[in-house]
């Protein structure tokens, strides 16, 4: 495979300016381009010119992001974790699979036992892949937390609905009552004895004596 000649081209002669001088700041080895490895073979290639070419790991994360979850747990599956690579190699292919936060947690904690390990050149990258896995993290806890709140929220305004409920209702009993109490009030006042005598009758129930005028 033409793409195994990644190691790196080096030039057999010191590039030359017009007017003969050195030109001393270009590099004198080309850096391997991995963009042109197919995804299907990023994950078999293992050697010195991968491992330390942060372009290989890039390569890598964009071929995991194009992978379906059910893939990439298949190729994760092919990688033990027995060296940083392959366990970089698993970190990159699951991170993106659909994976749960205890699995996640697990990659990291893996990885971090192979930090010393990691090629110099790959450990800022390495490094932000960690941070990235590691706010995913605190997002997982931060939504799970809101969910919490929000479920005792809910109950908290469920408590209080029901409360309400209750009090509508009890308040509903005691105006039925109150308005049964006052209709026997009136019933019972219409039933007594002279209830529609006026003020100026007389008292001990003597009858007033009706004045008779005479005619002129």
């Not at 963009?35 to 071929?63: F, T």
């Not at 010393?116 to 993290?137: E, H, K, M, N, S």
């Not at 005792?152 to 005691?174: G, H, M, N, V, Y």
Request: with cysteine; proline share 5%.
């Amino acid at each position: 495979m033409s793409c195994l000649a990644l190691a790196g081209c080096s030039a057999s002669t010191s590039p030359h300016a017009a007017d003969g001088k050195t030109l001393s700041a270009l590099p004198q080895h080309q850096v391997a381009d991995f963009l042109s490895v197919e995804c299907a073979d990023i994950w078999s290639l293992q050697s010195e010119a991968s491992d330390k070419n942060p372009l290989y790991w890039l390569r890598g994360i964009d071929c995991a992001d194009r992978l379906a979850p059910v893939q990439a747990r298949a190729e994760a599956r092919q990688h033990d974790a027995n060296s940083w690579q392959d366990a970089f190699k698993r970190g990159i292919l699951l991170a993106d699979a659909k994976i749960t936060p205890n699995e996640r947690r697990d990659l990291v904690t893996s990885l971090d036992a192979f930090s010393p390990q990691i090629a110099a050149q790959v450990r800022p990258l390495y490094q932000l892949w960690r941070d990235a896995q590691g706010r995913q993290l605190q997002l997982i806890e931060e939504r799970s937390r809101y969910a919490k709140l929000q479920q005792s929220s809910d109950a908290e305004l469920e408590t209080l609905r029901q409360q309400e409920i209750e009090l509508r209702s009890q308040l509903e009993l005691t105006t039925r009552k109150l308005e049964n109490l006052t209709d026997i009030e009136r019933q019972l006042s219409s039933r007594k004895p002279g209830g529609n005598f006026s003020p100026d009758a007389g008292h001990g129930g003597e009858k007033v004596p009706e004045v008779i005028h005479d005619d002129p």
